[in-house]
């Protein structure tokens, strides 16, 4: 099972080994970290990964899951 994990305020997280993320042609990014950081605010210039962009512009990730 792979788990997608939304920090609060920040990126979702890809905790996996195995994941890969392809553009919109199937042409795989090179991973070079892992977990993997995908960004959720918009801002990176690093698109889809995250940079830490979001701590700068006080990203507001809404609210949790419901339990
Ligand atoms: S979530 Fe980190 S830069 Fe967008």
């Not at 392809?22 to 991973?31: N, Q």
Request: charged share 30%; with cysteine; hydrophobic share 30%.
């Amino acid at each position: 099972m792979i788990t997608i994990r939304l920090r609060r305020n920040g990126p979702y997280v890809i905790e996996s080994d195995e994941a890969t993320v392809v553009d919109w042609e199937g042409v795989a990014y090179p991973i070079d970290r892992r977990p993997i950081a995908l960004c959720r605010c918009g801002a990176s210039s690093t698109k889809p990964f995250c940079d830490g962009t979001h701590r700068k512009i006080e990203f507001d990730g809404g609210s949790e899951a419901q339990k």
